[in-house]
């Protein structure tokens, strides 16, 4: 099955500066990847996504690129904020026998530190 | 507001117990979802229903039984737990398959945490 693995596990940062959490998938039939963000005691939310026939996508200040040859997508987040801080989990999808597998990197806990 | 509500949003339970976590969702989605999430762990599958009908089963002790009674409410039957189960356990629903580039994103309910004694 797919595995995904995701670095780093922590990440912090000074206001303003730039984030990048970057995941590695194992399965060259994973073609969708999206990326969820989870606020301390809260649900996670889907926060921006890319199809494998896309090297980058950006939405305000965060873009995530992808790099099919090396089967790595990373997370981008520029001018950061106190509320950007979050675990951000990165998933491939691979598609199965009439359906999809999503498979989740373990988070990566990013601070923002004013 | 996502629109998928889970209760009760803490639980503590003996290793006897029976208890059950409830998810609801009214976004008119097909598929639901329960996951766990333990520290330092990837986010686990354990059920997925497809308009209604179990599709996948990962692996999940017997002492979790899932049940969907329609494609708006989602149970999971907890008994005889053990303490390495707890967690937070998060409820999913999404129109299409997870996974699906369109019509795949998941909404996730605030989550039931787990504490078994």
């Known amino acids: 099955g797919e595995n995904v693995e995701q670095h780093p596990s922590t990440l912090s940062v000074q206001e303003g500066d730039s984030a990048v959490i970057k995941c590695t998938y194992s399965d060259s039939a994973s073609n969708y990847f999206p990326w969820y963000k989870q606020e301390l005691g809260k649900r996670p939310q889907l926060i921006i996504d890319?199809?494998?026939?896309?090297g980058e996508k950006k939405d305000q200040r965060i873009a995530v690129t992808l790099n099919k040859t090396a089967k790595h997508f990373s997370l981008h987040i520029t001018e950061t904020q106190p509320e950007d801080s979050a675990v951000y989990f990165c998933?491939?999808?691979?598609?199965?026998?009439?359906?999809?597998?999503?498979?989740f990197g373990k988070g990566t806990k990013l601070s923002v530190i004013p | 507001e996502t629109g998928v509500t889970q209760t009760p949003r803490h639980l503590v339970m003996g290793m006897t117990n029976k208890k059950s976590l409830k998810c609801e969702q009214h976004?008119?989605?097909?598929?639901m979802y329960w996951y766990k999430q333990s520290a330092k762990k990837p986010l686990e599958l354990m059920f997925v229903?497809?308009?209604?009908?179990?599709?996948e089963n990962n692996s999940v002790p017997s002492r979790f039984s899932p049940e969907c009674p329609n494609s708006s409410h989602l149970f999971l039957h907890l008994h005889t737990l053990q303490p390495e189960d707890s967690a937070l356990y998060l409820c999913?629903?999404?129109?299409?398959?997870?996974?699906?580039?369109?019509?795949?994103?998941?909404?996730f309910g605030e989550g039931s945490r787990l504490t078994v004694l």
């Open positions: 890319i199809r494998s026939n896309v």
């Open positions: 229903y497809s308009l209604e009908e179990r599709v």
């Open positions: 999913a629903s999404s129109l299409n398959p997870a996974g699906t580039a369109v019509g795949g994103e998941l909404f």
């Open positions: 976004l008119g989605h097909n598929a």
């Open positions: 998933a491939a999808s691979t598609p199965g026998a009439g359906s999809y597998q999503l498979t």
